[in-house]
């Protein structure tokens, strides 16, 4: 007996069989490379280092592991809206008003908190090269001018800033850890899964922190943004992902191997937060010479503001497309793309009131706030691809693999068991504060 017709969301609203176009004569210099560089941010590094100046090499592999999950999430993502022309959204929708009751508050509390996350951020190594002005108002500039530029440009403005920032935090940082001449047959023995005692935090923020939160999610709209928006994009926009989260974990393994030959080989720690940063940069002038510690930090500044272009932009998105959504505006409508006027009440609301947040002058709380919302997303974002994947709502051959099945699922616990430990850290030190 045939099934019947599942009515409670329409058809996909592209032709499932359309040809899926070659990747030869395409820049693979987009999306991909956007999502990254947003989502490599200052937590990530210092999780990196601290990792590093505790264990050494030997936790290495889980930044192979954070790699590959990654590329599933954003791969997912991404073949959601060009499989079916919708946005993620649309998708989570599509599984029920909760959706929406959780996505709404989160995106905006996140928004608030993340602004001035970001914008402390990419101000602490600019107060540090240039003490001129304080620390808050170098975070006020850096959130001005990633305002100026998100508003006043399109997407294609936020995709070359992001390829110059990539490029910079890249060259520096990699560059210094072939500078410090890290010693391979060790680092080599880093590649057996393994979890040394009292490393199974570290683990899994290596493994869950290569690049991205929400900002993973916002893969889509960028692909609408490039013009990637059917399925004859599809191995255009798999070979995008896939190069630029090899180049994070790239980055990642050079961050691990600066906090391995610069911290642990001398039996130093740096701070939690962004300070951690600082700490690092400190102790490369005394090895190095200052010249060396100011180049990191120049590193650490790319790093950080690579992320707020990328979110003032992609998370703009997604609420303009939620907002839209609940307001019932169709597919596209002026008002949920970029310079609509829900994309810049959105860009307004994570730039302005976050300043407020900056006259606490507690960049490091902000960190760890911050991570704890993050933590709430990403098993929604696993559990939800399993989900929409692997259903009608998809094309039949656009659906998930048994492979990548196996990888969400593997995301969904371990993000699921990341954010209960950032939930419990971040409660035992309010109370413990």
């Not at 994070?248 to 030959?261: P, Y």
Request: aromatic fraction near 14%; charge should be positive.
């Amino acid at each position: 007996m045939p099934l019947a017709q599942d009515t409670r969301f329409p058809p996909p609203l592209v032709d499932p069989d359309e040809e899926v176009a070659s990747t030869k004569g395409y820049k693979i210099v987009g999306p991909g490379l956007v999502v990254a560089a947003t989502g490599i941010g200052a937590a990530d590094l210092v999780a990196t280092l601290v990792a590093g100046s505790r264990f050494g090499y030997a936790l290495l592999w889980a930044v192979f592991v954070g790699v590959l999950m990654k590329i599933v999430l954003v791969e997912g993502a991404g073949r959601y809206t060009l499989a079916t022309g919708r946005t993620i959204f649309e998708g989570w929708r599509s599984l029920g008003r909760w959706t929406s009751v959780y996505f709404g508050p989160y995106i905006m509390i996140w928004g608030f908190v993340y602004g001035a996350t970001a914008m402390s951020a990419s101000a602490m190594p600019l107060a540090v090269l240039f003490p001129v002005l304080p620390l808050w108002a170098w975070a006020i500039v850096m959130g001005l001018l990633g305002f100026g530029m998100v508003w006043l440009g399109k997407y294609h403005v936020v995709e070359k800033v992001s390829a110059i920032m990539i490029g910079l935090m890249f060259l520096v940082i990699v560059g210094l850890a072939i500078y410090t001449v890290p010693n391979i047959p060790e680092a080599l023995t880093g590649l057996i899964p393994w979890i040394p005692s009292g490393g199974l935090t570290y683990t899994l923020a290596l493994a869950g922190g290569v690049g991205g939160t929400i900002t993973l999610a916002a893969y889509g709209y960028w692909l609408r943004e490039k013009g990637w928006d059917r399925p004859k994009f599809m191995r255009v926009m798999q070979l995008d992902n896939t190069v630029a989260y090899i180049m994070s974990g790239l980055f990642v393994i050079a961050t691990l191997i600066l906090g391995v030959e610069v911290l642990y080989s001398a039996g130093l720690a740096v701070s939690a937060g962004d300070r951690g940063l600082l700490d690092l940069s400190a102790v490369l002038d005394e090895r190095y010479g200052t010249v060396i510690g100011h180049t990191f930090l120049i590193g650490f500044w790319a790093a950080s503001f690579s992320s707020v272009i990328g979110v003032w932009s992609g998370v703009s998105l997604m609420f303009a497309d939620f907002w839209g959504n609940v307001r019932k505006k169709p597919a596209g409508h002026p008002d949920t793309v970029t310079g609509g006027k829900y994309f810049k009440f959105f860009l307004l609301w994570i730039t302005f009131p976050p300043m407020l947040l900056l006259l606490l002058d507690r960049p490091i709380f902000l960190i760890l706030l911050y991570g704890v919302l993050g933590a709430l997303f990403m098993p929604f974002l696993a559990v939800t691809l399993l989900w929409i994947l692997n259903t009608r709502r998809v094309p039949k051959r656009w659906r998930n693999g048994w492979f990548t099945n196996l990888c969400l699922a593997v995301c969904a616990v371990l993000f699921g068991v990341l954010g209960i430990y950032q939930v419990w850290d971040a409660v035992v030190g309010v109370l413990g504060g």
